[in-house]
Nanobody, 126 residues
Framework: QVQLVESGGGLVQAGGSLRLSCAAS????????MGWFRQAPGKEREFVAA??????????YYADSVKGRFTISRDNARNTLYLQMNSLKPEDTAVYYC?????????????????WGQGTQVTVSS
């Protein structure tokens, strides 16, 4: 069982930055593939970024809409996942969720993840 708790959301002006954190419980954090997803009002949950579990190199994946602006990383010693968000745009406004799964396939889709956090709100004003 893994519990995920996101933090770091808030209100920021366009062009600003935020860093989201996702604290994970349990001793096997490094064994999980981790991802960030977001959901805006009236829209489906969408993929933002993912990072594979560490012993195979921690490969990263990004949605085209955030590539070059967002950076996903993990600190296995702290059982924490991060999402550094720079050059934020109003269209980045959403609730951001972290997720964990063992299966390394289909990391860029919102289905098939084993665990989800409760989400943290990010609002970008124009």
């Amino acid at each position: 069982q893994v519990q995920l708790v996101e933090s770091g959301g808030g209100l920021v002006q366009a062009g600003g930055s935020l860093r989201l954190s996702c604290a994970a419980s349990g001793r096997t954090f490094s064994s999980y593939n981790m991802g960030w997803f977001r959901q805006a009002p009236g829209k489906e949950r969408e993929f933002v970024a993912a990072i594979s579990f560490s012993w195979i190199g921690g490969s990263t994946y990004y949605a085209d809409s955030v590539k070059g602006r967002f950076t996903i990383s993990r600190d296995n010693a702290r059982n924490t996942l991060y999402l550094q968000m720079n050059s934020l745009k109003p269209e980045d406004t959403a609730v951001y969720y972290c997720a964990a799964k063992i299966d390394p396939s289909h990391l860029v889709t919102a289905t098939g993840w084993d665990y989800w956090g409760q989400g943290t709100q990010v609002t970008v004003s124009s």
